[in-house]
């Protein structure tokens, strides 16, 4: 008996260290999600509550109406958009763990039986709205924060651009070392954030209590009654309060949805509505007049440890924009929608943890030129909703899709739900549309920029892949006649990389036609994205018999993997194919691209298709496949 008590004691004592285990991970990935994903969302305060009672004021003094509608306006935002929305139903839209706009569309597209133009359109238009939020998130997190040097004292106005354009320099050069170091204080610098907000504005909220009264959604609709045309301009800085949200789901696979959610809950959502409380009961407190509240009312020596706190804040939120980029490039790399751009990656236990150089210094370069260009966070405030409001009105689509092909919802339920969200959405863009003159062209002309290059990717791709298709010869003829006939055979094996393993891959006729033999064992091999972000070993490899001479094998990565050819093959040993890399050649075409009438695209099309082809990164370092067993054929082709 004596046994059997210590036996559960033992087993309860197991139990109890593994649950202590599990919420220490817990709570370490909360800390993780608040220094990731919300600090775009969670640096909103220093510039969303003032642009929204400048717009609603005309730049005089607000009137206590519209403080408290405006006000209104952010928490029901807040609540309707982030905890409803995302954190109740798209961050459960989750494709195998990852998330973000272009696993959405990955996931909406495999519901269909023949793979969805018009999703695709939508994803890479979703995609590239992304990019125009990443270069804006920067500019006007970092100068906002810089700006609040202002508070302090006057003469440092001259200071605000080149200081800032100094912190930018500095973030975007130590991006190379990447996140994995830096991430480890992001979480602690967040929370401290979180909680140095939220106490401030339960400070200030004795200044006035009545602005509780705000949580009332009927202040909204006396709002947008009293004056209608200034409070559609305003809703397009209220906006700014949820600018972040995406990335909710777009750091998905980094943390998974109970940390993001309880993060959000417990800590963020608490905080900064007592922020925003806060700094409307100040402004009541002092007539309406509309300065800088976030920092002003921080007075004495708290100014400037928040000022301080408020530029650390904002570099973290840049970081986890500019992680979403090179991540989100990643994505389209492998569903082949941009070509093979350098990826390096920064840690050896994360996989997610990567640098793009020449991402880096593309984001770089356009964000210090929108810093130089538009100078202060209020005029590149304009700039910014447009990109966010219609990245989630994508999401609001290809969410529909799959709630009713993948989650079967009745038809009326997820029309319901979706009319909602498409309204707050539409809502949203259409008062953000209007600032287009005003600086709004700018996320406009980068996503735009992105999309044409895109499309052209997808369109280019397609008509090469047709194009040399017709001209080959189909494998199974040509092992044939060689089985038949065979050519001079030399020892060790041949793998031929195609896209297309039905024809006879270019490199293998011309090395027929120039060498003249044929290896004794010949390999062809395609690598193929599959619609989800990780794929098992076990569905790696798959392995077909030509004849005695031709094998044709498929490799299936997911599309957040780095493809990796040698250690891919190696599972072939499990399936009876004893591979070697010491005795295996890899045969890679090198196309040349020259422009052709008769492509079926615009000349501009062809040369921009070809240009970027030429830029596509080796794909010998691509798909990690040793140097020195590499030979590579070219050919030209017409497209």
């Excluded at 969303?48 to 400048?54: D, G, K, N, Q, S």
């Excluded at 200034?230 to 209220?238: L, N, P, Q």
């Excluded at 027929?512 to 010949?522: A, D, G, S, T």
């Amino acid at each position: 008996m004596a046994l059997a008590n210590n036996g559960s004691e033992a087993e309860t004592v197991e139990q109890s260290s593994h649950s202590e285990i599990e919420q220490h991970s817990a709570k370490v990935l909360m800390l993780g999600a608040l220094g990731v994903v919300y600090g775009d969302i969670g640096t909103s305060p220093i510039y969303a509550f003032r642009e929204a009672l400048v717009a609603s004021s005309r730049g005089h003094v607000a009137e206590r109406g519209d403080i408290l509608g405006v006000l209104s306006l952010i928490i029901w935002s807040l609540t309707i958009i982030v905890t409803i929305k995302y954190i109740m139903f798209v961050l459960r839209a989750d494709n195998r763990g990852e998330g973000g706009v272009l696993s959405l569309m990955a996931l909406a597209r495999g519901s269909f039986a023949k793979r969805s133009a018009i999703i695709l359109a939508i994803g890479i238009v979703g995609a590239s709205l992304f990019f125009g939020d990443a270069v804006i998130t920067p500019a006007i997190s970092v100068l906002s924060a810089v700006e609040g040097m202002n508070v302090v004292t006057p003469t440092f106005q001259p200071y605000v651009v080149p200081l800032t354009l100094l912190i930018l320099a500095l973030l975007f050069s130590v991006q190379r070392f990447g996140t994995g170091g830096v991430a480890l204080i992001f979480g602690p610098i967040m929370a401290v954030w979180f909680l140095a907000i939220g106490l401030s504005g339960l400070k200030h909220i004795i200044d006035d209590p009545e602005i509780l009264l705000a949580v009332s959604p009927h202040y909204i609709v006396a709002f947008l009654i009293h004056s209608p045309d200034v409070a559609f301009v305003t809703i397009g800085a209220i906006f700014l309060a949820v600018t972040g949200a995406e990335a909710l789901y777009a750091d998905l696979g980094h943390f998974g949805r109970k940390p993001i959610v309880q993060a959000w809950l417990y800590i963020v959502f608490p905080c900064l509505l007592l922020n925003y409380a806060g700094q409307g009961a100040y402004v009541l407190a002092n007539g309406g007049t509309v300065g800088h509240p976030f920092f002003e009312m921080n007075e004495g020596w708290a100014l400037i440890p928040m000022v301080v706190l408020a530029t650390a804040a904002t570099v973290i939120a840049s970081q986890a924009v500019i992680s979403g980029a090179y991540s989100l490039t990643r994505q389209a790399v492998q569903l082949n929608m941009l070509p093979r751009l350098e990826i390096l990656h920064t840690s050896e236990k994360q996989s997610g943890q990567i640098y793009m150089p020449r991402v880096n210094m593309l984001l770089a370069l356009v964000v210090m030129l929108l810093v130089v260009g538009f100078g202060e966070s209020s005029k590149l405030a304009s700039a910014y909703g447009i990109s966010v409001t219609g990245n989630m009105l994508v999401t609001t689509v290809l969410l529909f899709v799959i709630m009713t092909r993948i989650w079967k919802w009745k038809k009326w339920v997820a029309i319901a739900l979706t009319a909602l969200f498409a309204f707050i959405d539409i809502g949203f863009f259409a008062s953000n549309i209007v600032k287009v003159f005003e600086g709004g062209w700018a996320s406009l002309a980068v996503a735009f920029t992105i999309v044409t290059v895109m499309w052209t990717w997808v369109r280019g791709s397609r008509y090469l892949f047709e194009k040399t298709r017709r001209n080959e010869i189909p494998l199974d003829f040509l092992a044939g006649n060689l089985l038949k006939k065979k050519p001079q055979l030399v020892s060790g094996t041949a793998v031929f990389l195609t896209s297309d393993p039905l024809s006879a891959p270019t490199a293998l006729m011309h090395s027929l036609k120039h060498y003249k033999v044929l290896h004794e064992q010949n390999v062809i091999l395609s690598v193929v994205t599959a619609p989800q972000p990780v794929v098992p070993d076990s569905d790696r490899v798959k392995m077909e018999t030509v004849n005695e001479l031709f094998m044709r094998i498929t490799l299936t990565f997911g599309y957040m993997e780095q493809p990796n050819i040698p250690r891919a093959l190696a599972i072939c040993r499990k399936q009876g194919w004893k591979f070697d890399i010491m005795t295996t050649s890899f045969f890679l075409s090198r196309r040349s691209l020259k422009a052709s009438p008769n492509s079926g695209m615009p000349v501009w099309q062809d040369r921009l298709f070809i240009g970027l082809a030429r830029t596509a990164a080796d794909a010998t370092e691509y798909f990690q496949i040793p140097t020195g067993r590499v030979v590579e054929i070219g050919t030209q082709v017409a497209i």
